[in-house]
């Protein structure tokens, strides 16, 4: 936890995270994926990018995780300020992509293992108790539940200890109550960092964006949250009213 | 243990087969010689049958290696190379428009009519199904694992080395189990076309001097040890994917 360098949420004063910022029009060959539109994420603060399949959510989102070669955007993206997203970000996708050969640890450890550098199987132990895992480290993969797997997959991305974190729809394959789990154990460990989070569920956003962007054919529309810490109660009133006036927009903007 | 019954139960009915066509079909024993007698040849030339046997196994077993070794090392090449994709794989494939069988010759010319002919006979029928499939597998790594090695910034041969050959090991795996059945053909037919020692020397010996029995004995051993080999290989790899589900 060197000076200077992005460590745990918890000396989120150490160094503070970018916010992500694009504007323009994005197509892959000659079709149209999204724009114009012009987006923003703020720095150290959670996300949602909401809208229904096909607009373009996760395209955006891939541009900013660096994996946007087959995307010809016209138009500027990257940290806020000009600060340089390589090295800075880390992905927790849908699947949960756990190598099934791999234990636990060892797959919270990936990423140093790939980079070459000394994997910290201490430090991969407290995440993994952290995601309430701590029985497991031994095991792998396919000995574990979907939501259990998710939770590995969180567990290697705060292993990452990137200053920004790109969730492309983690939690949408898990049942409800598993779901609102993942979400408040998200928003605890995330805490701190910018987040952006594709997601197709009004409910989803309602809980946990500081920020919700609605993005439809006709663009992306900013809407204003409660300043309410998140994770929001899944039953609250807030919520409730939040989530329907989120869906309301997503049957009208078309 | 089961397995074993139905295996044991089969022999036995296709013992019986064979005595009765011999019993009943009045086949002279120069065409087909009762099974007694090929277990009688087969104890009595055991010292015979196990010396050739051990050439013809060790010229399996280091083509074995060799094509493996060989064929795994071309896939990881070709997965990484665009030039090595574009001009040896073609090279690779036009090349299995020659019948093997049909370099015998000329391999036992090239490379004498010892242990090494055979070697690279047994080598060159079992590289293609290795190297092709684990290529194949090489190049089918599911796109998010590569998506999320390359935001984790992973280099490219560790990449390679920890999440791409891992995960294509049931393909490799599959090559391999081929490779094992595919291998003692290649050994035979390397011996038949020239060789003084090995099973497939002596059943051609046997066979020149109408000692039938020793043929059919000298096939026994050779069967036999292909399915232990088949057997051991595919214990192999099941450890080799045990992992993979």
């Not at chain 1, 309410?228 to 006036?245: A, C, K, N, V």
């Not at chain 2, 694992?145 to 999440?163: D, H, K, N």
Request: with cysteine; charged share 15%; proline share 5%.
């Amino acid at each position: 936890m060197g000076f200077g360098t992005w460590a745990s949420p918890h000396d989120a004063g150490l160094s503070a995270p970018p916010g992500l910022y694009l504007s323009g029009t994005a197509k892959i060959g000659e079709t149209l994926i999204f724009g114009p539109v012009i987006f923003e994420a703020l720095p150290g603060q959670w996300t949602c990018l909401l809208g229904p399949s096909g607009v373009g959510k996760s395209t955006l989102l891939r541009l900013f995780a660096g994996l946007g070669e087959a995307v010809t955007l016209d138009g500027t993206f990257g940290g806020k300020d000009g600060t340089s997203l390589s090295n800075c970000v880390a992905l927790m996708a849908q699947e949960d992509l756990l190598m099934p050969w791999l234990d636990l640890r060892q797959n919270v450890t990936l990423g140093a293992r790939i980079r070459g550098t000394r994997p910290d199987f201490a430090k991969a132990e407290t995440l993994l108790a952290r995601v309430g895992l701590e029985a497991h480290i031994h095991k792998r993969p396919s000995e574990l539940s979907g939501g259990q797997r998710q939770r590995v997959a969180l567990a290697r991305t705060l292993m990452e200890d990137r200053p920004v974190v790109l969730l492309d729809e983690p939690f949408s394959a898990l049942d409800a109550r598993t779901r609102a789990e993942m979400q408040d154990l998200a928003a605890e460990t995330l805490a701190g960092r910018t987040v952006l989070h594709v997601t197709h569920d009004p409910g989803e956003a309602a809980r946990l964006g500081h920020q919700i962007l609605v993005m439809t054919e006709t663009g992306i529309t900013d809407i204003p949250a409660p300043a309410t810490s998140i994770p929001r109660m899944y039953d609250s009133t807030e919520t409730l009213d939040l989530q329907g006036q989120l869906h309301r927009l997503l049957m009208e903007r078309r | 243990m089961n397995r074993l019954k139905h295996i044991t139960a089969l022999i036995l009915m296709f013992l019986i087969l064979w005595q009765s066509l011999v019993t009943f079909g009045d086949l002279p024993a120069f065409l087909l010689p009762p099974p007694s007698k090929v277990a009688q040849t087969l104890w009595h030339s055991r010292a015979l049958l196990a010396e050739h046997a051990i050439v013809t196994g060790l010229e399996v077993l280091l083509g074995l290696v060799l094509g493996a070794s060989i064929g795994a090392v071309t896939a990881v090449w070709l997965t990484a190379s665009q030039l090595a994709r574009h001009f040896v794989r073609p090279l690779l494939v036009f090349s299995q428009t020659i019948p093997v069988f049909a370099l015998a010759p000329l391999l036992t010319l090239w490379l004498g009519y010892g242990l090494l002919s055979k070697v690279a006979m047994a080598l060159l029928i079992i590289f293609f199904p290795v190297t092709s499939a684990f290529f194949d597998a090489l190049m089918r790594t599911p796109a998010g694992w590569m998506e999320q090695a390359r935001v984790m910034g992973g280099s490219y041969w560790r990449v390679m080395w920890l999440i791409r050959i891992p995960a294509a090991l049931p393909g490799f795996a599959s090559g391999l189990r081929l490779a094992a059945v595919y291998a003692p053909i290649g050994a035979i037919i390397g011996e038949w076309v020239g060789a003084s020692k090995g099973l497939g020397y002596l059943m051609l010996l046997a066979n020149g001097r109408a000692k039938i029995d020793l043929m059919f004995a000298a096939l026994i051993v050779l069967a036999v040890f292909t399915l232990i080999l088949h057997v051991v290989v595919d214990k192999g790899c099941q450890k080799l994917t045990r992992n993979h589900t």
